[in-house]
């Protein structure tokens, strides 16, 4: 039994195995010290496209070590930061920046959770202002009841309705 569970766990493993990432390839950081200041600046404004929480300085997908080697590669061929952004952006996408341009393609990025927040607030007030319905009065006939029900009633504590503070 044993045996057979290990034949078939096997392929499994290996598929999996051969599914996985490979290892980042090590950084090799510029040689100009100015330059290697800049491109380290950038990867803390580039977002990794796979772990999508993290820059790319910190993360460890082998994408954000190729992003990273892009970015090198563009800094020493004398490119400006802002073109290394426009390159960036072309490639992966306005969501690759931490901190992305305000156009009309993300104005919903920008400005939505102020209009959310907005939205929310004036529902609230509106339902503040509003008053609540008021209940009518009770007819004579109603009172009258009323009244007997309370007069004759005797009103008897349920032991089960007691609580173990009562000193019982």
Known sequence: M?????????????VMLTAAEPPAT?????????????????????RCVVCQHESIADSPAGVAGDMRRLIREEIAQGASDDQVRAD???R??????????VRLGTWLLWFGPFVLAALAGLILIGRARRRPAEAEPLSPEEQR??????QNETLRREADASSPHDGR
């Open 145 to 150: 009841r009323l009244d007997d029900l309370l």
């Open 88 to 90: 960036l952006v072309r």
């Open 2 to 14: 044993r045996r057979a569970l290990v034949l078939l766990a096997a392929p499994a493993l290996a």
């Open 92 to 101: 992966f996408g306005d969501y690759v920046l931490f901190r992305p341009p």
């Open 26 to 46: 090590p950084d090799r950081p510029l040689t100009d010290a100015a330059q290697e200041a800049r491109a380290r600046a950038l990867f803390a404004d580039v």
